[in-house]
């Protein structure tokens, strides 16, 4: 009996060893599915909006006034990091892009299909919390990817009483 039982401990221990060799697989094949796509310059919201304690509204300067939040400028980034590790590799390469003018080619996380008229506006208005919809980033080193969908946003409209008339609301 006692046989029995140490070959099972040990076929338990060969099953668990394979997840963890599928996993570590997949997280290696696949690293934007676990971590947020991989962008042109390290930035980690983290670091930023966690450790930090930089506003959003700072790097994002349009997302109050505009259907878009906007990828911060370069420049915006220099304002803090024209003094701080400004020779760290990843500064330098964003400086690079400063520069010369090229803009950075930044992987896009969040979609909104073309038919949806959002504006974050009424959203900031009636306080929703950014956490919301994009998720904790002030605990994310790189963004997940969103693609919002029609029933994430109907469900949160009639969770908080919003409109909820398609045309008036999002379809314009």
């Known amino acids: 009996m006692k046989m029995l039982d140490r070959w099972r401990w040990v076929l338990g221990l060969l099953v668990v060893a394979l997840l ?32 930090k304690e930089i506003s959003c509204h700072f790097c994002h300067p349009y997302v109050e006034r505009s259907q878009n939040a906007g990828i911060p400028a370069v420049n915006l980034c220099f304002f803090c990091h024209q003094y ?12 690079w892009h400063l520069e010369t003018k090229t ?17 974050h506006q009424p959203h900031i208005k009636s306080e929703i919390d950014c956490i919301i919809c994009h998720g904790d980033v002030k605990k994310m080193d790189r963004l997940m990817p969103v ?8 469900n949160c409209h009639r969770d908080r009483n919003a409109q ?9």
């Open 20 to 51: 963890l060799l599928v996993m570590l697989y997949l997280y290696y094949i696949y690293p934007h599915r676990f971590l947020g796509p991989k962008q042109p310059i390290y930035f980690s919201h983290r670091i930023h909006a966690g450790v």
């Open 164 to 172: 909820l008339d398609c045309w008036l609301a999002c379809h314009r």
């Open 103 to 119: 803009p950075v080619p930044w992987v896009r996380v969040y979609y909104i299909p073309d038919h949806v008229k959002f504006n």
């Open 147 to 154: 693609e919002y969908k029609m029933k994430f946003c109907v």
């Open 84 to 95: 701080i590790i400004p020779q760290h590799p990843q500064i330098v390469k964003e400086r």
